[in-house]
Nanobody, 123 residues
Framework: QVQLVESGGGLVQAGGSLRLSCAVSGRTFSSDVMAWFRQAPGREREFVSAITWSGGITDYADSVKGRFTISRTFAENTVFLQMDSLNAVDTAVYYC????????????????WGQGTQVTVSS
């Protein structure tokens, strides 16, 4: 059983930065891809960024490229999302997910989710 716990959300002014963390326990090799999704009120959960545990290969949504950076550390079994140059459209609940199979970009491909952490950007 994989358990994910997010932290690091909060309120920040436009142009500011936040660093989200996702602590992973019970990881198995079937969950090689970790990703961040976000969900704003009234909208579907959307892909933000993903990384593979094994090779550290990363991918980003076009809307966050150049502003967000995903990384992982084996020592702490944690995935991070560094978010810079935040703006109001980034306001959402951010979720960490572990994927076993299927498209990286689709929320239904992920078997495990954290509880989410709220990010609010004031303009």
């Amino acid at each position: 059983q994989v358990q994910l716990v997010e932290s690091g959300g909060g309120l920040v002014q436009a142009g500011g930065s936040l660093r989200l963390s996702c602590a992973v326990s019970g990881r198995t090799f079937s969950s090689d891809v970790m990703a961040w999704f976000r969900q704003a009120p009234g909208r579907e959960r959307e892909f933000v960024s993903a990384i593979t545990w094994s090779g550290g290969i990363t991918d980003y949504a076009d809307s966050v490229k150049g502003r967000f950076t995903i990384s992982r550390t084996f020592a702490e079994n944690t995935v991070f999302l560094q978010m810079d140059s935040l703006n109001a459209v980034d306001t959402a609940v951010y979720y960490c997910g572990a994927r076993s199979r299927g498209s990286v970009y689709v929320a239904d491909s992920y078997d495990y989710w954290g509880q989410g952490t709220q990010v609010t950007v004031s303009s």
